[in-house]
């Protein structure tokens, strides 16, 4: 394996909330209460290029749905060592608010994502506020995209694909109909950036779907794909919103603890 073609991966927490737990884990498996629930955005990056897994919510966005920011997704680059105008590539999971705001703020990447989900963020069912539809989708984010789209600065995607050598966008579904995971190449072997496909290691664990999907069987076979993808290797599985992340990984520095991690290093705790 060459070293060109691995990548570091650094997982930035910019924000937090409580959730329902039976939001996420259908109950009555589950014992009802609060469950902590973390916001990510992830940068992939070696000496070629700097690519950015989705942009984060708006504070705005974020203040008005009652999330707690912790610090700006787009300015807490730095903490990694680098700015906007480095990413060359941003890769858009899916268009739910807390993963594609922000997107005017990189003028010089271009942006992947899946046609499937451009079809539903300008479908009838943005019409409602349902949660798993227009209710977690904000119209300024899809205006956005569609200003990227006739700057000819969006890749739009027709299924699963490689990137670029060692990076590879699988379609799921399930969550949304364009919802799309990371699979990375890193020193340690593949590295998933599971995202909303596992909001929590749980739900691929115990195959427990969370209750935002628009797709059940998507959601459930995509949980075997992950496990497909990762070898059955849970420490390769990075979920996309569960608080373990920040506790299994290592900070590039001290003062780095429970804000970013490098999940392409082997993990340190449970
Ligand atoms: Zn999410």
Redesign the pocket.
Known sequence: MSSDDTYKIFVIKYATTNMKRETFFVPPFFPAGEIQFD?YISVIANEKRVILV?TGFREETGGRRGRTLLRCPVESLSLCGFDARQVDDVIL??L?Y??AGNMGCFDSARFHIQQREIEFVTSSMMSSANPNLGG?VESSDVHALVDLIFAGRVNILHGSTELVPGIELHLVGG?TPGQQLVRVKTARGWVILA??TC?YEKNVIDRHPVCAFVDLREMMEGFDKIMHLADGDMSRIIP??DPIVMQRFPSPDKSLKDIVVRVDLPPVGN
Do not use: L, R
């Open positions: 916001y989705d999971t899916h739910h807390d993963h977690s969550h995202n909303d909001h996309g919103h």
